[in-house]
Each structure stands twice: as C-alpha cells, then as structure tokens.
C-alpha cells in the first residue's frame, strides 16, 4: 500500500503542455533497434539511420523538441574505446548544453549494460540519461523499438529521471544501470534487476518511479574521458571444473594491469591458482574476485582470504561492471582497501569513505 502511494506520488503524467519545455538529444549507436532485416532468415544491426526510427513515430514531437546524432552505427558485440569515446563527448556536450534537457543513448542490447554503466560512472547525475534497444530489428512485423524509444523519450521527458545516473528503458520497464542485467537471448523483457528491483515503469504515457532518487543532484564523478583508455588494461578470466593450471598460467602472462575473475558461486577460483594470482599481485598487477552467478553479492573473506592475497570483492558487480570500474580507478593508483572501498560506492570516491560521499552529494 506504502510502495503503491508512494508510485502514485511520483506519477508524472506527460502531457503536450510538457513538451514545449523539453528537448531530448538522441544519440544512435547502432544496435537491433536499427537493425534491418536480409533476405535469408538473419539481419543487420545498425543498419538503419537515427532519423528514420524517429520518423516511425510521429507521437515522439508530443513528449518534447528532438535533435538527434548518429555516432555510431554498428552492433554492440562490436562496441569499442573509440565509440565511447565519442559517445562520451556527445553526452558530455548535450549535458552542458542548456537548451538540452535529457538525453536518450540507442544501443544494442548485448553490451547495452556494459555501456550504460560505464556512463552511469561517469556521469552520475544531472540531466536524465536514458539507454534504450531493442530485440527485434526495425522492420519486424511486431518490433518492439519503436515502442521502447517512444518509452525512453517519456522517461527522459520526465522530471523524476533526473540525479538517477543512467536508467535502462525496455519493455515497458525502467532499471539503475547499475543493478541491470542481459537475461535472456530472445526475450522483449530482456533486462532485469540484479538485485532489488525495477526502479519503474511505464502504464501507458504514465512513467512511474518505485522509489526517490538516492543521489544527490551535483554529485560529481571522479572519472574522465582520458579513464576510458584504461577499459583496455583489464582482462575477465573465467574459471570452471577442470581448467589445466597451464591455461592460466599461460593467461595470466598476457594479462594487463588488472584482472577480473569471474569466478563460481561467491567469486571462487580453483586453489591450484592461488600461487599464480599471488605472484601476479605481488608484480603490482590487482585482482578483482566477481561472479559468474547473475544475483547476489560477492563477499570479502569467505573461501578465499582477500586480505592475504591483496584481492577486491566484486561484491554486487558482475564481471563486466567490475572490468569497467577496476579499469576508470586505474589512474587513481588506489591501495586495495581503498580500491575495496570505492567498489561499495554507489558514486566511487577518491577520499571519502562511501557514507561521508553519499552525505557530502545532499
Ligand atoms: N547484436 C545486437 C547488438 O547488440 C543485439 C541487439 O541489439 O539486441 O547490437
């Protein structure tokens, strides 16, 4: 009852008045939503431009002024150092930009969290930031994207999106970047939470948020554009039964400055690797422990002794997340307890622990 007038609270109801004040930039990467289907069974992704998709759905001018940038045009299996850095001077110019009041980002859906977490680091509040795709390509007989990009601009339209980081729009659903996740190959409802819930949805043209915001509204990052760079300098290394110690071995000589382990059940890892882990660690190279289990959180200190072998628990991350914020705290040249530290925060801090941060954000 609490959680249902809490939502009708923040019901914000768009309306045609509401456009005239807003203006969403929509910045196109490519992805199934642009997707256009071959002659045999397959398709393309990001085949389609930016403007055609909008031109598919003339309801869009009834939510807010639109301008768009095509900045990619490729799957996201393909998605890369040199596209975020553009997408990053994209986003960074429409949040300066004071005629731009939101921003929606079009991406395709297999490294959609990837890229929506990398941004919700670096921009972690501020204008609405909105990621949206699609499952199935533009020309499908029932494609889901025109619906979900018409979903993201009402979001991104609404008041209430605004100091949530990046949020992710799919089937009428709305998730924190940060607590997302890929959970099926095929399904429109793809995304799910990682841990808690949605943070809203859409019922018609109602956008609805579970819950306030927990951010401050001038919370500012610690990251640069420069910090993208480092993505490179970090490597995901699976485990599973009867990995041959030589693989590893071998592995771990090509590995860069950090190493995530996706590892089984609470970021465990076969003990016959432990000796090569500690000579990594002690070459100055950090270790992060993640999961390959899609829930839950990975713990300091269960079977594996994180204080005596100089690791970091993932703790709510997933591999990929965990990749993303071990390489932008690259350059910070943090100790692992600090490193550790910044691992909990909802807005990674250089000084502070994460309490004083979320207090200093208010
Ligand atoms: N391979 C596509 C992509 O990530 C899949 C999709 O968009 O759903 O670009």
Redesign the pocket.
Known sequence: MIKLLLAMALVSILGANAAAQEHIQILAT????AGKSLPSSGYT??ALPIDTLIAAIPEIEGYAKISWQQVASI???DMNISVWKNLYRAIDKAKKDEKITAIVVTH????LVDSAFLFDLLFPSGKPLIFV???RPADHRSADGPQNLLDAVAVAASAEASHRGALIVMDSNILEARNAFKQHTESLGTFKPTNGGFAGELVKNEVVFFHPPVRGNDAESLFGIADIDRIADVSVMAVYPALSSQHYKDALALVGKGLVIAGVGNGNFPSSMHGYLTQYVDAGGIVVRASQVPMGHVSRNIEVDDDRLGSVASLGLSPPKARILLALLLNKNMPPRQLQNAFSCQIPTATKTCGEAQRATK
Do not use: K
């Open positions: 490519g992805g199934t939503i992704s990001g799957g996201s299996q395709g859906t297999d490294t795709g699609a499952m």
